[in-house]
């Protein structure tokens, strides 16, 4: 077995690669990690345990703090500067819109058995977490879950969803 310039650059080369190969694999787990895990002492964890038996409030914990990781992410090809000098311009030579109706919840998930039924909506583009009766998500409070439908209100108004 030769050990010349050569073969010293492949065991080089391959050691690097397994050097790169761990390093990248510490952080997808470091990520997973940070995910999946609990930071606050007071938040839900991702797996179901005790009055949680769907874990479907760490799931929506999830959910969030993976919806907060995509929004928080640096994108190299977008330049802020330029978008707010091209959006300045453009509201100045426009006229005002008309006002717009406020936007209306819409039914995406109804899960309801008889012990906690639970439901996510959609306003304006937004989806909700996992609301139970009596939360409320941008001022839409949940007052009812039936079987076949939800009833939110805001301001004393109030919609039935289906």
Do not use: Y
């Amino acid at each position: 077995m030769k050990f010349g310039n050569i073969d010293k650059r492949v065991w080089l080369a391959g050691a690097a690669f397994l050097l790169i190969l761990a390093v990248l694999g510490l952080r997808s787990r470091q990520a997973a990690h940070d995910v999946l895990s609990s930071r606050d002492d007071g938040a839900v964890p991702v797996v179901a345990a005790g009055g949680d038996p769907h874990g479907l409030l760490g799931l929506a914990r999830r959910d969030s703090l993976v919806r907060n990781a995509e929004a928080t992410r640096e994108n190299p090809f977008h330049n802020p500067t330029i978008v707010r000098e091209i959006a300045r311009t453009t509201v100045q030579d426009e006229p005002t819109p008309a006002p717009t109706k406020p936007a209306e919840p819409l039914l995406l998930t109804l899960l309801h058995d008889d012990v906690s039924p639970c439901v996510q909506i959609n306003v304006g583009g937004e989806r909700s977490g996992w609301l139970h009766r009596g939360d409320s998500f941008q001022g839409w409070s949940v007052d009812e879950i039936a079987r076949e439908s939800v009833t939110v209100a805001k301001g004393g108004r109030t919609l039935v969803l289906r």
